[in-house]
């Protein structure tokens, strides 16, 4: 009888792993974690990438200027205000309660036309007595001239007689001594009278300060006080008393006042010419010319402050409005260059060299709008384009080096 064959047993040793194997093992794990690594630095480069893209770049911009616009030429730019030459707070000269306001803002008034009331009657019971007074001294005045004439006439008739040595030297030094006293009298009278008059003009000028009127032709600003309020000259009883009736500004006298930097205040002549363009109306420009420099300096802002005149005033100028004023240089500037008509003046900063073209971005719409341009002369810092550019237009000035077509920006404050 055939045994069955035995089975083979495992080979165990085939299991094994040899020392060389092992230290092949190391370097493969090393370079999965290594592959690991890159990936995600790839990855994150990417998102990164995604990152940046969308976010928005700052920028620096400026409009363009026409090239027939004389502010481009200016040496030298400020801002201030509309003030007026001639502005005044109408107060009374004395306390007292209102009692008629006819002040109204925007109201013209003309030197001298009453603007308040205020209650008199004190004071006319002060001018009545004082005119009583004086009555009663000048009638005083008309009984001693009646008795001085009567002692007159004593006097003579006693020298006669005293002559003919019928009446003593005590009689005619009597009769003298009277008519001299009556004299006296009178003249005391006549000073009481004079007295009286001077109480008369005073009680007159209390009555006369109870009206307030202009003190010269202008348009009435600000209405302060209302009926029945008290005013005074002087700042008493809290917000309870007035100081002021209304505000009046002559309008003839309007100027601007504009802060140069002492740095620049060489480049500003009286007389010179400039231009005024008002916030309120930025499209107009007003022809002015320096007024007068104010000799003294800001220490706190370095400034020098410079007065305007506008060579032709207009309603639409009022007080307090803010201006711009461009100082302009007596030598011409021109607009044509090569032959060439510019259409827009920009900043020099703003053009870039690409490929041996000049271009400019433009911010539209929060993007950037890539443009080439013809570029003729220069003006200074600026310079003139043929074509390419519209005034109006806003131009990047400042940024990057990296700016693109279709970019995102964000403009800088």
Known sequence: MT??????????????????????GK???????????????????GLSAIVFKNQKVVVEVAAAQPASDPRVGAVLNASGYVTPLRRATIAAKITGRTTAVYAEEGMRATAGQLLATLDDSDVRKALNSAK?????TAAQIADLEVQLRLAEIQLRRTQELQAASVQSQEALDTARATADSLRARIEAAKAQVAAADARIAEAQQAVDNCTIRAPFS??????????????????????????????????????????VNESYIARV???????????????????SKVYTI????????????????????????????????????DEPTGGKTKGAEARALIPRAAV??????????????????RRAVSLAGDRGSDVEVLAGITPGDTLVVHGPETLREGQAVEIKQ
Not at 35 to 44: D, N, P, S, T
């Open 269 to 287: 002549l009286v007389g010179q010419k400039v231009i005024s363009t008002l916030d309120a109306y930025p499209d107009w420009q007003i022809q």
């Open 352 to 369: 870039r060299n690409e490929s041996g073209s000049s271009i400019v971005f433009l911010v539209k719409e929060g993007k950037l709008e």
């Open 294 to 329: 104010i000799p003294t300096a800001d220490r706190q802002k370095a400034t020098v402050k410079v007065r305007i005149s506008f060579d032709k005033l207009d309603p639409r100028i009022l007080p307090d409005m803010g201006v711009k004023v461009a100082f302009l240089s």
């Open 218 to 259: 202008g348009m009435i600003v600000s209405k302060d006080a209302q009926v029945g309020e008290m005013v005074s000259p002087i700042s008493a009883g809290g917000g309870f008393t007035r100081t002021g009736i209304a505000t009046i500004v002559d309008m003839k006298s309007l100027i601007a006042e504009v802060d």
């Open 132 to 136: 009583a007074d004086r009555a009663s």
């Open 27 to 45: 370097t493969g794990k090393r370079l999965g974690m290594f592959a690991a690594v890159l990936g995600a630095i790839v990855i994150l480069g």
């Open 3 to 24: 045994m069955p064959a035995k089975a083979a047993e495992p080979d165990l040793g085939s299991l094994r792993i040899e020392s060389h194997s092992r230290a092949g």
